[in-house]
């Protein structure tokens, strides 16, 4: 991208450059045509037709907009001014003096300004000592930070000169006569005339009383919470909390996507494709994935939803039908599934009857869409392989509407496209998704299983079991582990369709197939080319135009891109007054409609290159005299590129994005009629969408250089530097305006960011509103600026890098969080990376004190060097693509994990692009970063392992911190090195003397605590005098020891059970029932593990001191009942 800063050089707003240079050229051109031609051209008769003659836009230039705004604003100016006068002399009474010397308020306003800075920054607030000594440098600049205390506050200046004085007029000198005029009109207007004792004014202490009272009611509870804590250091560690403190959720429990209301009261009729999803239990062996060569299929779980009448609905999902296939030789689990789920059971002998029975229920009910949630290693998918690998049958040609020579594909060797991006599995006839890569694509997540997708979307939390507790739950004779097993697939195959409801893809694709008028399954495979072509043969057929397909060798050999868009470096600073943005609308559609750019309005170059002129791959041949015919209709692009004008023939793809625009439009409006219909608003949303999309790539058709089916370099570029130009004279007319006060600090694509310093927030929305109109009216249509929203305040970091409060309109009392580019909203990091900077960056929105921040940075990080967190909170989760990664160095750590995992199991292969989360603890000095990365599960287990909080803190939480800070002078880095560090001991074993220590003590040593003896006392935690588990007085006075040491471990089962209780009200299951859910996404289950390794530890260390103390009792009969 051509980086461009705005400066006051671009304040001059004119046309195009070397638009009259390109004017006397053609004029050239005509002239030499006009002598070498030896017939006479037959004269036509053209309409001249002027297109800035138009009524609605009377201004010829940008200079005639410039003298009208301002000749306006003089007028209303006098205008003003004569009616202050009119009022004043109507209303003034005779006792009024006329004070030429006091400030008014646009003089005040016009001060304030001036002395506004845009990069500086109130300081530390209250806190002295967080305010540095020295002044910081960073990209060149000077930061020296201040607080707001007595030391920091510049020296009285009695003679006004100082900055303490600001806001006054210097040289202000007194008149005695007016104001003894003035004194005695108000005396004479003063009726009282006797005179009382007034009260004495109040003490020093009423008034310090009497402060902190306001104080306190104005910052409310926060401020007394914070007083009590520092009154007591004990109360102050009972109170903290043991996670990270993370920004408010915009939602009672974090969903990241809100649910559609339903509405019953509107029925319409359903013309949805129909769906079947279809889950399988498989018995493997062990802790193995199931594998198709060995594992034999048990059950098929599917469940159909279509628009059929005569459809049984019995589940949960409207208009669906559930059915159960088993394979049972004697009948028996066929009767245990029946007897426990309610559903039609269909039994089998054999496992080829099975898949047998699943080929005719697909042809019975014919469904449009198969579906799973992931159908390569699972669903259809292991179904298919295994009848392919076991009994050498092609269910994919069964499945199939059809029997034809060309067989339907699966494996990743035959479709490694469709491995990667959407599914392997071709049906003749029928769709197939793959539901969680298409959630991929839609959803904006760190986490693609269905237990996080399910949270997320339909804000359900359901369980995730290991493959042997599912084998050992189908294998066993209980009762109620069998019900567990039908009760877990059952909601998974329903869940597959909610997810496609909720979500609305068949719907929303079923719309941009119908309107784009390709079929449905190409709008997830096929690229914007193959849609855009769709549309433009439509309307290039009626026109008698044929499309060229040029070959690969023809499409390399046209002339290269030239023109790039408008993209700014940033002013990266902190910006506290109004930041505008102002979004040009389609800005590329809007060009190609406003200048008829088109293939069918080319008219070659103005000055031939090299001596040719061409056009895309072709050479252009104008014919002889054309130009003189046209010379009065001809648009001239900025790069030397001339198309003719509407009036003689409009562009092939001006018709269609006009019409496109106009559809969108109206469809938009039609949104805002009923809007109580949700269902007719969901497909109107979708219809817009398609629309938009559509609109928005049509530009990339001509510039797809590459691999495009008919590009044209001469277009695009035509294009994209039209669009640069218009924005640059935008940047030129806005710093032309000196009322306005604003400054373009950014600007990208067809967008501007324009910083209004010292304005309020009011007076922004007027000014962006003027801005977007001025310079609506100085293109021609329909090129439009709209007003997006107000940034305050604002940061800015670098191109496509920024954060703000954004104001969307003018009576919004609270601001929403937005940010773009950051790692808030990125998803190679970890959530408590996205939790620590949010909240940073609201702190110092909301207060402009960096002593806030610091304040709460540096809790954060004693909670993480303490081991108060949640390991969910530092879970990396990053995509892994096995086959792509170099033999040179070593695998991220996701592919590293998954590859040993591979090891263990062959089966358990990663799809392509899945994350894989893991954590980095602990390890040798020397260790390499990619031997201390582990999955969390490994973590859990563990007792003696932990976090790394350096790294954490050092690498992934100062550096993005930094980034941000450093705008404003901070050290973030500082603020860590300075707070004391806490090194967390994470388990000594007790001297266990009195019978030898136990055998379940004896682990291995896998840290330096392992080596190490306890010197506090079991009980009481006194240092012990000599070695041994409890203490003298306590090993006297057992009974006590004993009552203690059962307390502590009943503390900590009683905190396990608590989350027991949890997880089985979550999995519908008794409370006898034991808890088997391991689902990575759930933060119970992260609280729930490590309390069970950390009661486990607990009760091989207090166990046998109990079980000796209660020996001793007994031996010596001190028990007494």
Same mark, same amino acid.
């Given at each position: 991208?051509? @980086?461009?800063?705005?400066?006051?050089?671009?304040?001059?707003?004119?046309?195009?450059?070397?638009?009259?240079?390109?004017?006397?050229?053609?004029?050239?051109?005509?002239?030499?045509?006009?002598?070498?031609?030896?017939?006479?051209?037959?004269?036509?008769?053209?309409?001249?037709?002027?297109?800035?003659?138009?009524?609605?836009?009377?201004?010829?230039?940008?200079?005639?907009?410039?003298?009208?705004?301002?000749?306006?604003?003089?007028?209303?100016?006098?205008?003003?001014?004569?009616?202050?006068?009119?009022?004043?002399?109507?209303?003034?009474?005779?006792?009024?003096?006329?004070?030429?010397?006091?400030?008014?308020?646009?003089?005040?306003?016009?001060?304030?300004?001036?002395?506004?800075?845009?990069?500086?920054?109130?300081?530390?607030?209250?806190?002295?000592?967080?305010?540095?000594?020295?002044?910081?440098?960073?990209?060149?600049?000077?930061?020296?930070?201040?607080?707001?205390?007595?030391?920091?506050?510049?020296?009285?200046?009695?003679?006004?000169?100082?900055?303490?004085?600001?806001?006054?007029?210097?040289?202000?000198?007194?008149?005695?006569?007016?104001?003894?005029?003035?004194?005695?009109?108000?005396?004479?207007?003063?009726?009282?005339?006797?005179?009382?004792?007034?009260?004495?004014?109040?003490?020093?202490?009423?008034?310090?009383?009497?402060?902190?009272?306001?104080?306190?009611?104005?910052?409310?509870?926060?401020?007394? &919470?914070?007083?009590?804590?520092?009154?007591?250091?004990?109360?102050?560690?009972?109170?903290?909390?043991?996670?990270?403190?993370?920004?408010?959720?915009?939602?009672?429990?974090?969903?990241?996507?809100?649910?559609?209301?339903?509405?019953?009261?509107?029925?319409?009729?359903?013309?949805?494709?129909?769906?079947?999803?279809?889950?399988?239990?498989?018995?493997?062996?062990?802790?193995?994935?199931?594998?198709?060569?060995?594992?034999?299929?048990?059950?098929?779980?599917?469940?159909?939803?279509?628009?059929? @009448?005569?459809?049984?609905?019995?589940?949960?999902?409207?208009?669906?039908?559930?059915?159960?296939?088993?394979?049972?030789?004697?009948?028996?689990?066929?009767?245990?599934?029946?007897?426990?789920?309610?559903?039609?059971?269909?039994?089998?002998?054999?496992?080829?009857?099975?898949?047998?029975?699943?080929?005719?229920?697909?042809?019975?009910?014919?469904?449009?869409?198969?579906?799973?949630?992931?159908?390569?290693?699972?669903?259809?998918?292991?179904?298919?392989?295994?009848?392919?690998?076991?009994?050498?049958?092609?269910?994919?040609?069964?499945?199939?509407?059809?029997?034809?020579?060309?067989?339907?594909?699966?494996?990743?060797?035959?479709?490694?496209?469709?491995?990667? !991006?959407?599914?392997?599995?071709?049906?003749?006839?029928?769709?197939?998704?793959?539901?969680?890569?298409?959630?991929?694509?839609?959803? !904006?997540?760190?986490?693609?299983?269905?237990?996080?997708?399910?949270?997320?979307?339909?804000?359900?939390?359901?369980?995730?079991?290991?493959?042997?507790?599912?084998?050992?739950?189908?294998?066993?004779?209980?009762?109620?582990?069998?019900?567990?097993?039908?009760?877990?697939?059952?909601?998974?195959?329903?869940?597959?369709?909610?997810?496609?409801?909720?979500?609305?893809?068949?719907?929303?694709?079923?719309?941009?197939?119908?309107?784009?008028?390709?079929?449905?399954?190409?709008?997830?495979?096929?690229?914007?080319?193959?849609?855009?072509?769709?549309?433009?043969?439509?309307?290039?057929?009626?026109?008698?135009?044929?499309?060229?397909?040029?070959?690969?060798?023809?499409?390399?050999?046209?002339?290269?891109?030239?023109?790039?868009?408008?993209?700014?470096?940033?002013?990266?600073?902190?910006?506290?007054?109004?930041?505008?943005?102002?979004?040009?609308?389609?800005?590329?559609?809007?060009?190609?409609?406003?200048?008829?750019?088109?293939?069918?309005?080319?008219?070659?170059?103005?000055?031939?290159?090299?001596?040719?002129?061409?056009?895309?791959?072709?050479?252009?041949?104008?014919?002889?005299?054309?130009?003189?015919?046209?010379?009065?209709?001809?648009?001239?692009?900025?790069?030397?590129?001339?198309?003719?004008?509407?009036?003689?023939?409009?562009?092939?793809?001006?018709?269609?994005?006009?019409?496109?625009?106009?559809?969108?439009?109206?469809?938009?409006?039609?949104?805002?009629?009923?809007?109580?219909?949700?269902?007719?608003?969901?497909?109107?949303?979708?219809?817009?969408?398609?629309?938009?999309?559509?609109?928005?790539?049509?530009?990339?058709?001509?510039?797809?250089?590459?691999?495009?089916?008919?590009?044209?370099?001469?277009?695009?570029?035509?294009?994209?530097?039209?669009?640069?130009?218009?924005?640059?004279?935008?940047?030129?007319?806005?710093?032309?305006?000196?009322?306005?006060?604003?400054?373009?600090?950014?600007?990208?694509?067809?967008?501007?960011?324009?910083?209004?310093?010292?304005?309020?927030?009011?007076?922004?929305?007027?000014?962006?509103?003027?801005?977007?109109?001025?310079?609506?009216?100085?293109?021609?249509?329909?090129?439009?600026?709209?007003?997006?929203?107000?940034?305050?305040?604002?940061?800015?970091?670098?191109?496509?890098?920024?954060?703000?409060?954004?104001?969307?309109?003018?009576?919004?009392?609270?601001?929403?969080? #937005?940010?773009?580019?950051?790692?808030?909203?990125?998803?190679?990091?970890?959530?408590?990376?996205?939790?620590?900077?949010?909240?940073?960056?609201?702190?110092?929105?909301?207060?402009?004190?960096?002593?806030?921040?610091?304040?709460?940075?540096?809790?954060?990080?004693?909670?993480?060097?303490?081991?108060?967190?949640?390991?969910?909170?530092?879970?990396?989760?990053?995509?892994?693509?096995?086959?792509?990664?170099?033999?040179?160095?070593?695998?991220?750590?996701?592919?590293?994990?998954?590859?040993?995992?591979?090891?263990?199991?062959?089966?358990?292969?990663?799809?392509?692009?899945?994350?894989?989360?893991?954590?980095?603890?602990?390890?040798?000095?020397?260790?390499?970063?990619?031997?201390?990365?582990?999955?969390?599960?490994?973590?859990?287990?563990?007792?003696?392992?932990?976090?790394?909080?350096?790294?954490?803190?050092?690498? !992934?939480?100062?550096?993005?911190?930094?980034?941000?800070?450093?705008? &404003?002078?901070?050290?973030?880095?500082?603020?860590?090195?300075?707070?004391?560090?806490?090194?967390?001991?994470?388990?000594?074993?007790?001297?266990?003397?009195?019978?030898?220590?136990?055998?379940?003590?004896?682990?291995?040593?896998?840290?330096?605590?392992?080596?190490?003896?306890?010197?506090?006392?079991?009980?009481?935690?006194?240092?012990?005098?000599?070695?041994?588990?409890?203490?003298?007085?306590?090993?006297?006075?057992?009974?006590?020891?004993?009552?203690?040491?059962?307390?502590?471990?009943?503390?900590?089962?009683?905190?396990?059970?608590?989350?027991?209780?949890?997880?089985?009200?979550?999995?519908?299951?008794?409370?006898?029932?034991?808890?088997?859910? #391991?689902?990575? #996404?759930?933060?119970?289950?992260?609280?729930?593990?490590?309390?069970?390794?950390?009661?486990?530890?607990?009760?091989?260390?207090?166990?046998?001191?109990?079980?000796?103390?209660?020996?001793?009792?007994?031996?010596?009969?001190?028990?007494?009942?």
């Amino acid at each position: 991208m051509v @980086s461009m800063s705005a400066d006051p050089r671009y304040s001059q707003a004119g046309g195009w450059i070397h638009e009259e240079e390109y004017r006397e050229m053609i004029s050239n051109l005509i002239k030499d045509e006009k002598d070498k031609s030896d017939g006479e051209v037959d004269e036509r008769r053209i309409l001249a037709f002027n297109a800035n003659d138009d009524e609605d836009f009377p201004y010829d230039s940008d200079e005639d907009i410039m003298r009208e705004i301002e000749l306006s604003q003089r007028k209303k100016g006098d205008q003003v001014e004569e009616k202050h006068l009119e009022s004043d002399e109507m209303q003034r009474p005779d006792h009024e003096i006329d004070d030429e010397s006091r400030p008014g308020g646009e003089d005040f306003a016009e001060q304030f300004v001036d002395h506004q800075d845009p990069d500086s920054f109130e300081g530390v607030g209250d806190n002295e000592e967080d305010a540095p000594e020295r002044t910081r440098e960073w990209a060149g600049r000077e930061f020296k930070l201040e607080s707001l205390t007595v030391p920091f506050l510049p020296d009285f200046d009695p003679t006004a000169s100082s900055d303490a004085t600001f806001g006054m007029k210097s040289g202000i000198v007194p008149d005695k006569v007016k104001e003894e005029k003035e004194y005695q009109f108000r005396r004479r207007k003063c009726g009282l005339r006797s005179w009382s004792i007034a009260e004495s004014p109040p003490t020093f202490a009423e008034v310090e009383a009497w402060a902190k009272e306001q104080i306190a009611n104005k910052l409310g509870d926060e401020l007394k &919470v914070r007083n009590s804590s520092s009154e007591s250091s004990n109360l102050r560690q009972k109170g903290k909390l043991s996670q990270i403190d993370g920004p408010t959720q915009k939602n009672k429990h974090g969903f990241k996507y809100t649910q559609p209301k339903k509405t019953a009261n509107i029925i319409h009729e359903a013309n949805y494709m129909s769906t079947m999803s279809l889950e399988v239990h498989v018995n493997t062996r062990g802790n193995f994935v199931p594998n198709p060569e060995e594992d034999e299929v048990q059950c098929v779980f599917w469940c159909l939803q279509a628009d059929d @009448s005569e459809l049984e609905d019995n589940c949960e999902t409207a208009g669906s039908h559930l059915g159960i296939v088993v394979l049972s030789e004697d009948g028996v689990a066929a009767a245990r599934i029946a007897k426990q789920s309610g559903l039609d059971v269909v039994s089998e002998d054999s496992e080829l009857d099975l898949m047998i029975r699943m080929v005719e229920i697909v042809r019975n009910y014919d469904p449009d869409i198969l579906t799973g949630y992931e159908v390569h290693g699972g669903s259809w998918g292991y179904l298919i392989e295994r009848a392919r690998l076991k009994y050498d049958y092609n269910l994919c040609d069964e499945f199939s509407r059809m029997k034809s020579q060309s067989h339907g594909r699966f494996g990743k060797d035959n479709d490694k496209w469709g491995f990667n !991006n959407t599914s392997t599995i071709r049906v003749t006839g029928r769709h197939m998704i793959n539901i969680w890569r298409a959630m991929r694509a839609e959803l !904006n997540l760190l986490q693609y299983t269905m237990e996080n997708v399910a949270f997320h979307l339909l804000h359900r939390r359901i369980p995730h079991f290991t493959w042997a507790d599912l084998t050992n739950w189908y294998t066993n004779d209980k009762p109620r582990d069998f019900a567990k097993l039908i009760s877990h697939y059952t909601s998974r195959v329903q869940l597959d369709l909610g997810l496609l409801e909720q979500n609305e893809l068949i719907a929303r694709t079923s719309e941009q197939a119908r309107l784009l008028g390709v079929d449905f399954f190409s709008v997830f495979s096929r690229g914007s080319q193959y849609k855009v072509e769709s549309l433009m043969f439509r309307i290039a057929k009626p026109e008698n135009f044929m499309l060229v397909s040029p070959s690969r060798k023809q499409v390399g050999g046209q002339n290269a891109l030239e023109c790039l868009p408008l993209v700014m470096e940033p002013q990266s600073a902190f910006y506290n007054s109004p930041l505008l943005v102002l979004d040009f609308q389609s800005l590329y559609p809007s060009v190609m409609i406003a200048y008829n750019y088109c293939y069918s309005t080319f008219l070659g170059r103005v000055i031939n290159w090299r001596g040719t002129n061409k056009m895309g791959f072709t050479e252009y041949k104008r014919q002889q005299r054309l130009l003189e015919l046209l010379k009065d209709h001809v648009n001239i692009s900025p790069n030397g590129m001339m198309y003719v004008k509407p009036e003689i023939r409009k562009s092939l793809l001006a018709k269609m994005l006009g019409e496109i625009l106009e559809t969108r439009v109206m469809v938009k409006s039609g949104m805002k009629i009923d809007k109580d219909d949700k269902a007719l608003q969901r497909l109107l949303n979708n219809r817009q969408l398609a629309l938009k999309l559509i609109a928005n790539v049509t530009y990339g058709y001509t510039s797809a250089s590459f691999s495009g089916r008919m590009p044209c370099s001469e277009i695009a570029d035509s294009i994209v530097q039209t669009g640069r130009e218009t924005l640059e004279r935008a940047i030129a007319l806005i710093h032309s305006v000196k009322r306005w006060g604003a400054e373009v600090v950014y600007g990208d694509t067809d967008s501007l960011f324009v910083y209004l310093k010292g304005r309020t927030k009011d007076q922004a929305f007027d000014i962006g509103e003027e801005i977007a109109k001025t310079i609506t009216k100085m293109n021609p249509r329909p090129v439009k600026l709209k007003f997006e929203k107000v940034y305050l305040p604002c940061v800015l970091l670098a191109k496509k890098r920024y954060v703000g409060f954004k104001y969307e309109y003018r009576d919004q009392k609270e601001p929403d969080f #937005d940010a773009k580019g950051i790692e808030t909203v990125r998803r190679d990091g970890t959530p408590a990376e996205q939790k620590i900077e949010e909240k940073a960056l609201k702190i110092l929105f909301r207060t402009a004190d960096l002593s806030e921040v610091k304040n709460y940075f540096q809790k954060q990080c004693e909670k993480i060097m303490k081991g108060s967190v949640s390991i969910q909170d530092f879970c990396f989760a990053r995509e892994v693509k096995l086959g792509t990664y170099s033999d040179k160095g070593p695998p991220p750590p996701g592919a590293l994990i998954s590859t040993k995992r591979m090891l263990e199991d062959a089966r358990a292969e990663p799809q392509y692009g899945e994350r894989v989360p893991y954590v980095v603890i602990t390890g040798a000095p020397g260790a390499r970063l990619i031997d201390r990365c582990v999955a969390p599960e490994e973590l859990l287990e563990n007792d003696h392992s932990e976090l790394d909080s350096e790294y954490y803190i050092s690498k !992934n939480l100062i550096p993005p911190l930094e980034r941000i800070f450093n705008v &404003v002078g901070a050290n973030v880095r500082n603020w860590y090195d300075e707070m004391p560090k806490y090194q967390r001991v994470r388990r000594v074993d007790v001297n266990l003397q009195m019978q030898g220590q136990s055998k379940e003590l004896a682990m291995s040593k896998k840290t330096l605590e392992s080596y190490m003896k306890s010197s506090a006392c079991l009980v009481c935690k006194e240092k012990l005098e000599f070695e041994g588990p409890i203490c003298l007085k306590c090993l006297a006075d057992k009974p006590r020891s004993v009552l203690s040491l059962r307390t502590k471990l009943s503390s900590e089962e009683k905190k396990y059970m608590d989350m027991i209780r949890i997880c089985q009200s979550c999995s519908g299951i008794s409370p006898l029932d034991e808890v088997r859910c #391991d689902s990575k #996404d759930c933060p119970v289950f992260y609280s729930r593990t490590r309390q069970k390794a950390r009661l486990k530890t607990e009760k091989m260390t207090i166990e046998p001191v109990i079980k000796e103390l209660e020996d001793r009792i007994v031996d010596m009969g001190d028990l007494e009942w």
